[in-house]
């Protein structure tokens, strides 16, 4: 199975690539900054089941690794690299540092430039060959003028370290002759969903934003007028793009290889302007800007202070050159972020009190990873027993996953994690109804029945992947499974029919 490796999975952008490519039922594999796996799941689950909130439905679960980029190798076990030479096809390198000035940790530098290094290093090893690398449409730096898709450095001086960092990460990606492709997305100023206002991190746009707010309760009135605390006119244009879109564009590439080899400039041909945020901002406040003339009480000084590294990024954009967009991706246009959009997205975060979800929204109540990856997966239950059958497994859901089944004679089942691309047959359920059935509330043929449980199958007939199913259910519980008795059936998750 042809999978994609995907890096950044918990930040803005990667987040939303990890939701849309799920329900495009894309193959996916993430590596996420943790101590260790469980940690890892833990941190995906919390994003993907606030988007399962969001869209009412389960969605599946990629493969998730522990993995640092500032690590050679990303500091993955051997049989883990073992484990994505076998699988992987293609990388979408979206984990960035968004640090504006430099840290004594190394930042920008450790995670744009070293880490990006270090995973064109992993992925000459296992042997990826198509890479897609997130890069930002601020590589042009200071520039002026129009920038050019095909351009990255004709001697442009830079605002910040992370600029400088991304186009040096550019610059490598470029250099390794190695890659079959390597195709740039340099998304501009990315934002919340146009659609709901979800953000689950407040850099960029959100800034101004909160440090406004906070100037605001200082004041105990309304929002600073921008324009005149830093010394601009007002029709400075900001090219502010909505991450659904953006992560939407960007599969839509990721899925065509037709597209890849090029530059895509993911920005806004209707850029906003200084003074629509200064009016969105206000309109999030409640109410209008306060008087320009009124003295700056010690608020308005602390205002400035926290947006002086911010200065250069309320600068005058330039025009962004869209010609590669426009061609492999016309047909998905970029909502007009006009002062209404933007006030929407204020308020959203500010009602959210500019805090992610840090929290699945539900418990696990049963470790199924453990199960089938420890339990399923040992000698016993293999008993050297040739297989007959291999079916893919996909629980959706709240702690799912995805795995690949072998089944030898009567009664000998094992795990492995992964999708095959050439099944016999492939079971999908939720694991709320997993649990309905190892509990004894459901039968396996009225889960079935229900539509709960997708069963579909190509060498073997349906009546033998029911029975196969039947044989999972029977090893699952001569493992000792038990679920855990506070869950609630009646929950959003409970019962559920597997998409078709």
Not at 96 to 118: D, H, I, K, M, Q
Not at 419 to 443: H, M, V
Request: glycine share 8%; charged share 20%.
């Amino acid at each position: 199975m042809g999978y994609h490796l995907l890096t950044g999975a918990t930040g803005l952008l990667g987040s939303f690539m990890l939701r849309d490519a799920l329900l495009a039922e894309l193959p996916v594999v993430v590596t996420v900054r943790a101590r260790n796996r469980g940690e890892a799941r833990n941190r995906v689950e919390i994003h993907l089941q606030e988007f399962e909130r969001q869209l009412g439905r389960t969605l599946p679960r990629p493969v998730v690794y522990a993995g640092n980029l500032s690590q050679q190798g990303l500091g993955l076990a051997v049989d883990e690299i073992d484990w994505l030479s076998a699988h992987v096809e293609s990388v979408i390198h979206s984990a960035a540092s968004l640090s504006f000035t430099a840290t004594a940790e190394g930042e920008p530098w450790a995670t744009n430039v070293a880490g990006t290094w270090n995973l064109l290093a992993l992925c000459r090893r296992f042997g990826a060959v198509d890479f897609h690398h997130v890069s930002t449409a601020y590589v042009c730096g200071l520039r002026h003028d129009t920038v050019r898709e095909s351009e990255l450095t004709i001697g442009q001086q830079f605002a910040n370290p992370y600029e400088a960092s991304k186009v040096l990460a550019e610059r490598m990606v470029n250099d390794a002759a190695w890659l079959r492709s390597k195709t740039i997305h340099r998304p501009s100023i990315i934002v919340g969903d146009s659609q709901t206002g979800f953000s689950s991190t407040f850099h960029g746009f959100y800034r101004p934003l909160q440090l406004s707010d906070v100037l605001a309760r200082g004041r105990g009135q309304g929002a600073p007028r921008l324009v005149t605390m830093l010394g601009l006119r007002g029709d400075e244009r900001k090219n502010f793009v909505p991450v659904d879109w953006v992560s939407k564009a960007l599969l839509h590439i990721v899925q065509n290889p037709k597209h890849f080899n090029r530059v895509y400039h993911w920005t806004n041909p209707v850029p906003a302007t200084v003074e629509m945020l200064e009016a969105a901002i206000a309109a999030a406040m409640g109410d209008g800007p306060s008087p320009a003339d009124q003295p700056a009480p010690a608020a308005d000084a602390q205002f400035l202070v926290g947006m002086d590294v911010y200065r250069s990024y309320l600068r005058d954009d330039p025009s962004f050159d869209r010609s590669n967009t426009e061609s492999a991706a016309g047909h998905l246009p970029c909502p007009v972020m006009n002062t209404e959009r933007l006030a929407f997205l204020a308020r959203t975060a500010v009602a959210a009190g500019f805090q992610p979800p840090r929290e699945p929204l539900v418990p696990q109540t049963v470790d199924w990873h453990a199960l089938f990856e420890q339990r399923l997966a040992t000698p016993t239950n293999r008993r050297q027993s040739a297989v007959t059958s291999k079916l893919n497994l996909q629980l959706t859901g709240p702690w799912g996953g995805s795995w690949h089944l072998e089944f030898g004679s009567p009664g000998t089942c094992s795990s492995r994690e992964g999708l095959l691309s050439n099944p016999d047959g492939e079971i999908r359920l939720s694991t709320a109804t997993l649990e309905a059935i190892l509990d004894g509330r459901w039968s396996i043929a009225a889960a079935i029945h229900a539509g709960l449980v997708f069963i579909a199958w190509r060498r073997v007939a349906a009546d033998a992947v029911e029975r196969l199913f039947a044989e999972l259910i029977s090893a699952i519980r001569s493992q000792g499974s038990a679920t855990a008795r506070s869950f609630d059936p009646t929950a959003m998750y409970a019962i559920e029919p597997a998409a078709n």
